[in-house]
């Protein structure tokens, strides 16, 4: 990984996977509404509050470490996002009540969707001792040619039905519950695996599961 240069400011940016597929449809779909901070490359042990030049140079250390490039992958940035928190907080919110890797079918005797599986995160350490994110979560599957997902918020706009594209995809959905169902797969490609994201829209907090789609035969 390279780093980009300390002395100037320098907004570098990448677009995603998902990004690349909005931008490449054409159909005024890639439009930029939000977009989030990361702290990914600090690290804030690195604090001296015994420095003899005294607090303007207890950061100094911090202030120097190189950037980091924009990578696209989710799994290696913006893991830790910049949110808004009460003064005093000392633990940021986690995603909990997910399971690592869930298992869905794809009978093919039925011709039609799969079977599908539920899953409902909470969070923790969240401000009032809450339980659910206040805006909720986005559930993102990054291979939607083998599974794709439902929701009990409003889908993401999409000109997509990721109900029968055989595309290798990601697709996006809103809520609180989220379910993942099989999409027709081939015999040769049971076992086949791709990985859903799940973030809190407020407090940042992400985790990934690893989805494992079965064939059944008929």
């Given at each position: 990984m390279g780093y980009?240069?300390?002395?100037?400011?320098?907004?570098?940016?990448?677009?995603?996977?998902k990004g690349r597929e909005l931008l490449a449809r054409g159909t005024n779909e890639f439009n930029i509404s939000k977009f989030a901070l990361?702290?990914?490359?600090?690290?804030?042990s690195l604090w001296d509050e015994t420095n003899p030049l005294g607090t303007d140079y207890y950061g100094k250390i911090i202030e120097s470490l190189p950037l980091l490039e924009p990578t696209a992958n989710a799994n290696t940035t913006m893991r830790y996002k910049l949110v808004t928190r009460e003064a005093g907080t000392n633990k940021m919110s986690s995603i909990i009540n997910i399971q690592d890797a869930i298992e869905v079918e794809w009978d093919n005797s039925s011709g039609t969707a799969g079977t599908g599986t539920d899953f409902t995160p909470n969070s923790?350490?969240?401000?009032g001792g809450g339980t659910v994110d206040d805006d909720g979560y986005s559930f993102t599957i990054l291979n939607s040619s083998i599974a794709y997902l439902e929701s009990d918020g409003n889908p993401s706009p999409s000109s997509v039905d990721y109900k029968t594209t055989v595309q290798n995809m990601s697709q996006t959905v809103y809520g609180n519950t989220c379910n993942v169902k099989a999409k027709p797969i081939l015999e040769s490609q049971s076992g086949a695996t791709t990985t859903i994201i799940i973030t809190g829209l407020t407090y940042g907090a992400t985790r990934a599961i690893t989805v494992t789609v079965d064939y059944v035969a008929s």
């Open positions: 980009l240069n300390n002395a100037t400011t320098v907004l570098d940016a990448v677009l995603t996977k990361a702290d990914d490359e600090v690290d804030y923790k350490h969240l401000p």
